[in-house]
């Protein structure tokens, strides 16, 4: 079993920035694809919508369109953890965000991940 559990999310202006963390608990997963996905309000009934991936070694990363040159996923397999950097952030970027695991080559829909943290807010407002 793998836990998973995300941080720092917030309340942010149009612009600003933040990093969430992610770090997973109860196996290593250096030898794992990671992901972000994310959930805007409204939208709960439909799937957690892609935002960044990264495989094991970093060597393949994987952006949604709307967030490439803002956002850059990272990862350091010594503490177990996959980050999320995010900068100019817009108003549209508002949603809850989750971090995913799978033993395989991270994916880039819901469906390619096994395990699944609780999520962090992100607001972006002024």
Same mark, same amino acid.
Request: some cysteine.
């Given at each position: 079993?793998?836990?998973?559990?995300?941080?720092?999310?917030?309340?942010?202006?149009?612009?600003?920035?933040?990093?969430?963390?992610?770090?997973?608990?109860? &196996?290593?997963?250096?030898?794992?694809?990671?992901?972000?996905? &994310?959930?805007?309000?409204?939208k709960?009934?439909?799937?957690?919508?892609?935002?960044?991936?990264?495989?094991?070694?970093?060597?393949?990363?994987y952006?949604?369109?709307?967030?490439?040159? &803002?956002?850059?996923?990272?990862?350091?397999?010594?503490?177990?953890?996959?980050?999320?950097?995010?900068?100019?952030?817009?108003?549209?970027?508002?949603?809850?965000?989750?971090?995913?695991?799978?033993? &395989?080559?991270?994916?880039?829909?819901?469906?390619?991940?096994?395990?699944?943290?609780?999520?962090?807010?992100?607001?972006?407002?002024?």
């Amino acid at each position: 079993q793998v836990h998973l559990e995300e941080s720092g999310g917030g309340l942010v202006q149009p612009g600003g920035s933040l990093t969430l963390s992610c770090a997973a608990s109860g &196996r290593s997963v250096s030898r794992w694809g990671l992901g972000w996905f &994310r959930q805007a309000p409204g939208k709960e009934g439909e799937e957690h919508e892609f935002v960044a991936g990264i495989s094991y070694n970093g060597g393949n990363i994987y952006y949604q369109e709307a967030v490439k040159g &803002r956002f850059t996923i990272s990862r350091d397999n010594d503490k177990n953890t996959v980050y999320l950097q995010m900068r100019n952030l817009k108003p549209e970027d508002t949603a809850v965000y989750y971090c995913a695991a799978t033993p &395989r080559p991270p994916a880039t829909t819901w469906y390619g991940y096994d395990y699944w943290g609780q999520g962090t807010q992100v607001t972006v407002s002024s």
